[in-house]
């Protein structure tokens, strides 16, 4: 016989699992429209479109992005 977690341990791992998979997402979403823009911005050189800086910012203070054009291309 084996001993297993207790319904409400099981229901913290899992909703540790839920938010770990959430910021992967929330992440690789980031990444995915960085990408997105990157492929058609017109900016010559790209690091200095104001889009990526913004992004690049955005990234180092560890802000979220806010307001209706924080995933505009």
Do not use: F
């Amino acid at each position: 016989m084996t001993a297993r977690p207790a319904g409400a341990d099981m229901r913290v791992r899992m909703a540790a699992a839920a938010h770990s998979l959430d910021e992967q997402i929330s992440s690789l979403t980031r990444l995915r429209d960085s990408l997105h823009h990157a492929a058609v911005c017109d900016d010559e050189p790209l690091i200095e479109c104001p889009v990526q800086t913004r992004r690049r910012k955005r990234i180092r203070t560890g802000r979220q992005p806010t307001g209706r054009n924080s995933t505009s291309t």
